[in-house]
């Protein structure tokens, strides 16, 4: 059985320990977050928002939501209402701030919730998303068989994930990610495994073709996938 990847490497297990990291960086994440991928992180979050516009969703259910960043995007791009679902209450609460300093509270709802035990029912939603989320769940089938479970037939989950960058850049990317990104992690975040995490969990997560088989063993009748910037990440959407 392949070794899991943990942010602490305790007896926690995964998911109190990612839950623990991201109320540890909740503060400097987004600063973080922008200044590792150089904002382009916003335009893969608009490449899927412009995806799931041919959907015409009214509910979208945004998994692993974070401070909100995908959640907004969506809402304001696809006029739709979203409930944004994260484990970490502390990235919930800036999300919470963002959502009412754009005074779309009628539109965004933000709530605690587990991925992998979603408390809505069955065909609930006409779309489901996630960025950067599925790849610390504790236990990936599980967490994504509850993203199909609560989605209506015919409708699909659009998952943004980091992948590998292939090719000629990918001696230099892979420098960058696992020394640099972690170095300067450590010191703003103060988190010393948070941003060492974040390298080792993309290595050791399925990309391309192999993700691709994952989400149709669990039963998605069509998975397409468009990598961005390279093959730094990947949008895969899994019809239901």
């Not at 839950?19 to 382009?40: C, G, Q, T, V, W």
């Not at 006029?79 to 970490?88: F, I, P, Q």
């Not at 696992?178 to 974040?198: E, H, Q």
Request: proline share 3%.
């Amino acid at each position: 059985m392949k070794q899991q990847i943990t942010p602490y490497n305790t007896d926690a297990g995964k998911k109190r320990e990612v839950e623990n990291m991201f109320d540890n960086i909740a503060p400097k994440y987004d600063m973080l977050n922008h200044l590792f991928s150089m904002k382009i992180d916003t335009l893969w979050r608009k490449n899927l928002v412009k995806w799931m516009e041919q959907d015409h969703p009214k509910e979208i259910l945004d998994v692993a939501t974070g401070t909100g960043d995908l959640a907004l995007a969506l809402c304001k791009g696809l006029k739709t209402k979203v409930v944004g679902l994260d484990l970490s209450k502390k990235m919930l609460d800036i999300g919470v701030e963002k959502v009412k300093k754009q005074k779309l509270e009628d539109s965004i709802t933000m709530i605690k919730g587990d991925a992998e035990n979603l408390s809505f029912e069955d065909n609930r939603f006409d779309a489901v998303s996630s960025a950067f989320g599925v790849r610390n769940f504790e236990d990936l089938e599980k967490g994504l068989s509850e993203l199909r479970r609560v989605v209506k037939p015919g409708g699909s989950v659009y998952i943004l994930e980091f992948s590998k960058v292939e090719g000629i850049l990918s001696p230099f990317y892979m420098f960058y990610f696992k020394n640099i990104l972690p170095a300067i992690g450590r010191a703003v975040s103060k988190d010393s495994r948070a941003y060492t995490y974040l390298p080792d969990s993309v290595n050791a997560f399925p990309y391309g073709e192999g993700f691709k088989e994952i989400l149709l063993s669990l039963g998605f009748k069509k998975v397409e996938y468009k990598k961005q910037s390279f093959g730094i990440a990947t949008i895969y959407k899994a019809t239901k």
